[in-house]
Each structure stands twice: as C-alpha cells, then as structure tokens.
C-alpha cells in the first residue's frame, strides 16, 4: 500500500512560519489581505474558496471576494481587476481560472498588476519562473508540489519525471521548477504516443489534466511517487483528483490523496505568498 503524502502537516508548517510576519504588520496597521475575484458558480472554485477563508482566518489574514456571473462581459472582469489593482488594502490577488470560453485569458491577465500576482498569472511572472531569476511568485500550486517531495523527503535531483498536462497553469510551470531542482522532466499531454508507457518510465509523476479520475492502474507500476493535482466535486459531493486514487494506491510507492493533498498545501503557499505581498509594499 502507498504512502500517503498528505498535505495538511506541511501546511501546518508553512502557516506556522509566516504567523509572526502577520502579527508584525498587524502591530503597524497592516493586515494582508487577499483579493479572490471569481467568475460563475464552479464547484471546485468554490470549494477551494472556503478552505482558503478558514485557513486565513486562522492566521489573521483578511478576504475580499469579488463574485460576477458566468455571463459577465469581459468589461466587467477587466473593472473588478482595475478596482483591486488601485486598491492599496488589497495586497495579492487569487484570479479563478480556467475563465469561461467567452474571456480573453490573454487580455484579463495582462490587467493585474504584477506586485499583486501571487499566483503566477500574469506573463512577467511566468518568465520569472522560465529564467529562474527568483523576482516574483512561481504558481501557488507547482510550488506546492515541490514543496511537498521535499517535505517527505523524496529527492529530485537527477530523477525522471513526468508531467502530465501542458497548461500554463500548473503542467509547464511545474516542470520547470523541477528542472531547477535538476530533474530530467517529461511533459506529456493528450498528442503523446503511447502515453502509459511514457508515463511508467518515470520515478514521480505530476499529473494535471484537469480530467476527475481519468488516469488509472494502467499507466503507473511499482515504487514510483505520484503527485495528484486534479480537485473535483463529484454529483454525490465527494471530491476526487485526476487519478483514480482506490486503484491506484496498492501499486505505487507514495500518493498524494484528496483531498488533503496538493491542495490545501497551495492555499497555504498563496497565503504565504500575499504576506510577502504585504511586506513588500510596506518597505515601498
């Protein structure tokens, strides 16, 4: 049976960590607050949303939700962006994505200002995370997926891994964080030839296709560490990740489970990252 790498310990750790950077700026009239702008009624948005208010609260940090319909216009987003752009007591801002198809990915974000990027959304931080220059905030989830390997002390240096999924979101911004850490990565995505065997070659894989429970036992065999970044709810109201995790676990060596996986790891990872926002705008 696998190892379960469950992420509420590190998170615990990381939240920890940043709970007298909070108290400080409090002390001076600063409480770090994070914007959340979110489009339509997602499940998984919302329920990743709530996790993240409580583990604010927890911590001492405030929330501002900003709500549109699924069929709000492009201008509308664009307005709420520029709103919390001007605002000085908004410090990071969590932008919900994938947007629905009739948003320009592109055009929204190139709105958000970069100081307030703490998730890696806009093209300047995402060269950051290209060159390695260490300006800026890598992607809240791919920096949890490291941080959980190194947390349970799997090494990555000079191991194979794959990625599956492409997306800018998590697949490449991932594995380039691996590279840095001199992993020999993969990405693999739906155009890949005989995509289990590619995948079985591999020490860890990431996966993120965005798919609930769509990768089984077929593409994994024993002793290899598998990173599960897919969150879903389900019609029964069960949440699942991308890998069908009951046929999966007797094989591999060590899974990440959801939920308690990845997840509440990046809600921890994109607070620490908001704190830092504020701290940085205090020193400016």
């Known amino acids: 049976m696998a190892r379960l790498l469950k992420g509420k310990e590190l998170a615990n750790v990381i939240l920890r960590s940043i709970q007298r950077d ?21 499940a998984d948005d919302i329920s990743y949303k709530k996790s993240l208010t409580k583990r604010c609260e927890a911590v001492g940090t405030a929330i501002r939700e900003y709500c549109l319909p699924v069929d709000a216009i492009q201008e509308a987003l664009l307005g709420v962006i520029h709103e919390v752009n001007a605002d000085t007591g908004i410090h990071g801002v969590l932008l919900f994505r994938p947007l629905p198809r009739h948003f320009d990915d592109a055009t929204i974000r190139a709105a958000l200002l970069p100081a ?43 191991k194979r891994v794959v990625v599956l999924g492409r997306s800018l979101v998590i697949g490449r911004p991932v594995a380039m964080l691996l590279m840095h850490r001199n992993a020999t990565v993969t990405i693999c995505h739906t155009k890949t030839i005989d995509l289990p065997s590619v995948v079985k070659e591999a020490d860890i894989v990431v996966v993120a296709v965005g798919r609930p429970e ?28 991308d890998v069908r995790f009951d046929e999966v ?15 509440v790891v990046t809600s921890a990872v994109l607070i620490r990252n908001m704190v830092s926002a504020a701290q940085r705008n205090e020193r400016f």
Not at 23 to 41: D, F, H, Y
Not at 116 to 132: G, M, P, W
């Open 214 to 241: 769509s990768i089984g036992c077929e593409y994994f065999r024993e002793a290899q560490v598998v990173i599960d970044v897919g969150i879903h709810v389900k019609d029964d109201g069960k949440v699942c990740g």
């Open 249 to 263: 676990t007797p094989l591999v060596q060590a899974i990440t489970p959801i939920p308690d996986g990845v997840g």
């Open 22 to 42: 909070v108290t400080a700026l409090k002390l001076r009239g600063i409480t770090p607050t994070l914007g959340i702008i979110r489009v339509g009624e997602r």
């Open 116 to 158: 307030k990027d703490i998730d890696c959304i806009t093209d300047s931080s995402l060269a950051n995370v290209f060159t390695n220059t260490g300006v800026g905030f890598p992607p809240c989830t791919a920096t949890a997926c490291v941080e959980l390997l190194d947390h349970y002390g799997i090494d990555i240096a000079g």
